[in-house]
Each structure stands twice: as structure tokens, then as C-alpha cells.
């Protein structure tokens, strides 16, 4: 499998995030997660800045109504000490899904309930995400 197939993959994962997501049962989106999830260690420089799009798409829709907190943030301490290239890899989707939540007047595509609810989420693990973000920076710099 090239990386190009990965990629358009991707983009067919992507865009039926975008479509259909919504309509799957609780117990596909939490498989669908774990599969992407699953991809992360392995990806190549040329899918991660799509990867981490899917990701932070995927944490915009579930994040934290079916997404708890302590889950995300455990997913996060992992991805944070596995690899360089998975950590990056969250680091560039959590860039994308604060500069998705935050910045209204550029990118509407996320409706203010939404947008009101991942960040109310957010603040709720702002502490212990610091931590293990600030524990990262120290290991990494």
C-alpha cells in the first residue's frame, strides 16, 4: 500500500467524518476512534497532516458528549509519549481543534453549541492537560 492510497484514504475517511459520522451508534464512533487512533505510530510524514485533520475532526464531534474527558486525556498522555511522530501528531490536531473552536469569524463550520461544548471540555481538563503538555515540553526541550 503506497502513501499516496493512505492518503486518499484518508480523505475518503475524512469526508465521511464530515457526512455521516453523526449517524453512527456510539459503540462505531468509539471503534472508528481506536482505528484512527491505531494508524497514528505509523504514519508517514506525507499522511500526518491529514491524520491529525481526521483527529481533530473526530474530537470536535465527540469530544466530551461521547469522548469523556479523562479518556481524551488519557489518549493524550500516550500519543505524548510514544513517539516524535505521534506526538506531533497531536500537537497539530489540537492546534486545528482550538483554532477551530475559537476562531468563529474564519471557519464557521463548527456551530456555536458545538464549538460552546468542546471548549467548555477543554476547561475541564485545562490543569492536568498543561501538565502532561509542560512534562512533553521538559522531556522534548
Given at each position: 500500500v503506497t502513501n499516496e492510497m493512505h492518503l486518499y484514504s484518508l480523505l475518503c475517511l475524512l469526508?465521511?467524518?464530515?457526512?455521516?459520522?453523526?449517524?453512527?451508534?456510539?459503540?462505531?464512533?468509539?471503534?472508528?476512534?481506536?482505528?484512527?487512533?491505531n494508524l497514528c505510530p505509523t504514519a508517514s510524514k506525507l499522511i500526518v497532516p491529514k491524520l491529525s485533520?481526521?483527529?481533530?475532526?473526530?474530537?470536535?464531534?465527540?469530544?466530551?458528549?461521547?469522548?469523556p474527558a479523562a479518556s481524551l486525556l488519557k489518549t493524550a498522555t500516550l500519543m505524548l509519549q510514544s513517539s516524535a511522530t505521534t506526538?506531533?501528531?497531536?500537537?497539530?490536531?489540537?492546534?486545528?481543534?482550538?483554532?477551530?473552536?475559537?476562531?468563529?469569524?474564519?471557519?464557521?463550520?463548527?456551530s456555536t453549541t458545538r464549538r460552546n461544548a468542546v471548549l467548555q471540555g477543554l476547561n475541564d481538563v485545562r490543569e492536568p492537560l498543561t501538565k502532561v503538555?509542560?512534562?512533553?515540553?521538559?522531556y522534548w526541550y
Open positions: 469526508d465521511t467524518a464530515k457526512t455521516a459520522y453523526a449517524t453512527y451508534p456510539k459503540a462505531v464512533k468509539e471503534e472508528f476512534r481506536n482505528r484512527l487512533l485533520a481526521l483527529l481533530a475532526d473526530v474530537i470536535i464531534r465527540d469530544f466530551p458528549d461521547d469522548w506526538s506531533g501528531l497531536l500537537l497539530m490536531s489540537l492546534t486545528q481543534l482550538v483554532e477551530d473552536c475559537t476562531d468563529s469569524d474564519y471557519n464557521s463550520s463548527v503538555l509542560y512534562e512533553f515540553m521538559q
